[in-house]
C-alpha cells in the first residue's frame, strides 16, 4: 500500500468478504471516488461481489461535476474519501473504512439496470458532459483474458500503479494482474516524485504501464542512475507519442535490456485492443500493433 503495508490476498478476500455485509445484495448503483489505495480496492472488489453497479470517478473531480453525476444518475450509495465533502443532504453516513466513508442515499431511487452490467466508466473527453460508458461481465472478462495472453504477465510479477483507477487504461493494468495473482503496488506518486522511483527500486517492480505524458518524463531521465535490473517491460497506451521521444525511449530500453509494449484502447472495448511486439517497436515505430488475442 501507500504506506508501505503488505496485505495478503486472504486478508484481503477476509476484508471483503467482511465490508461485503453492510452492503445490500439486491443491485444497487454505487459511485465510487478512486484513489490507489486499499479502501478503493477494496470496496470495487466487495461492490461487484455484491452484484452491484460501480460507477467510477477520479476522488479528484470538480465539487459542481460531483454534483452533477449524482443528480443525474442518483446514486445508491458513495464511496469516498472521509475528507471529502458531497454537496447534497440526500445522503447519510452509512460505515467506515480506514480513510473512506460509505455514504447511503435516503431515497431508494428505482433504476432499470441491465443484467449484464457491471461498470459504468467516463471516457477521456466526455466528463464534462456526465457521459459515460456501460461495460458488462463479459466486457470486463474477456479483455482481461485477452490482455493476459498478449502480455508476458506472470503470477511472480510485481506490477505498480502509475495511472487512475478511475481510467479505464489504469483499470486494466490492475484487473490483469489482480487476475494472475500478481503483486499489486497501491502508488499514488507521479514519475516526476522521487519516491516513485525510490519504490520501483525497493519493491522490485517488473512493470508499469504509462501514458505519452508518463514517457516525455522519462525520455527526460537518466535511467541508468537506477536499479531497475527487476524491471522487465513497460506499456505505452493513451494516445500517440512522438516518434522522435518514442525512438530515443527505444534506445534507452535497448540499452537497458527492457521492452516497451506499444498498445491502443478505449473505454468502449474495456481498455486495451491492440500491441504491437517489442521485436517490432523500431521497424514499426509509431504503429498501435496487431489486435490482443480475440480481438
Request: hydrophobic share 35%.
Amino acid at each position: 500500500t501507500n504506506n508501505n503495508e503488505k496485505i495478503s490476498y486472504n486478508n484481503l478476500f477476509r476484508l471483503i468478504d467482511q465490508f461485503s455485509l453492510s452492503i445490500k445484495k439486491e443491485r444497487q448503483l454505487i459511485l465510487l471516488l478512486c484513489k490507489n489505495n486499499l479502501e478503493t480496492f477494496t470496496g470495487y472488489l466487495s461492490f461487484i461481489k455484491n452484484n452491484n453497479i460501480v460507477l467510477l470517478i477520479d476522488e479528484r473531480i470538480n465539487k459542481l461535476l460531483l454534483k452533477k453525476l449524482t443528480n443525474t444518475y442518483k446514486p445508491d450509495y458513495i464511496f469516498m474519501p472521509k475528507t471529502k465533502k458531497i454537496d447534497s443532504k440526500n445522503f447519510k453516513l452509512d460505515k467506515k473504512l480506514y480513510d473512506y466513508i460509505l455514504l447511503k442515499n435516503k431515497h431508494n431511487v428505482k433504476k432499470n439496470i441491465n443484467d449484464n452490467l457491471m461498470a459504468l466508466i467516463s471516457t477521456s473527453g466526455s466528463t464534462g458532459s456526465s457521459k459515460l460508458v456501460r461495460l458488462s461481465y463479459q466486457n470486463f472478462s474477456s479483455n482481461i483474458y485477452s490482455v493476459n495472453k498478449s502480455l508476458p504477465i506472470n503470477k511472480n510479477d510485481i506490477t505498480i500503479t502509475t495511472l487512475p483507477m478511475s481510467y479505464v487504461y489504469g483499470l486494466s493494468i490492475i484487473n490483469s494482474h489482480f487476475y494472475k495473482g500478481c503483486t499489486i503496488n497501491l502508488n499514488e506518486k507521479s514519475f516526476v516524485d522521487a519516491d516513485f522511483w525510490r519504490k520501483m527500486v525497493k519493491n522490485k517492480i517488473n512493470s508499469f504501464g504509462g501514458v505519452p505524458y508518463n514517457y516525455q518524463i522519462i525520455d527526460k531521465l537518466n535511467l541508468e542512475k537506477f536499479d531497475l535490473s527487476n524491471l522487465r517491460y513497460s506499456t505505452l497506451a493513451g494516445g500517440k507519442l512522438n516518434n522522435q521521444i518514442l525512438s530515443r525511449i527505444i534506445k534507452k530500453y535497448k540499452k537497458l535490456k527492457l521492452q516497451l509494449i506499444s498498445m491502443y484502447g478505449a473505454s468502449e472495448a474495456t481498455a486495451r485492443m491492440s500491441y504491437l511486439n517489442w521485436n517490432k517497436a523500431k521497424k514499426k515505430i509509431g504503429s498501435i500493433g496487431k489486435p490482443i488475442e480475440g480481438g
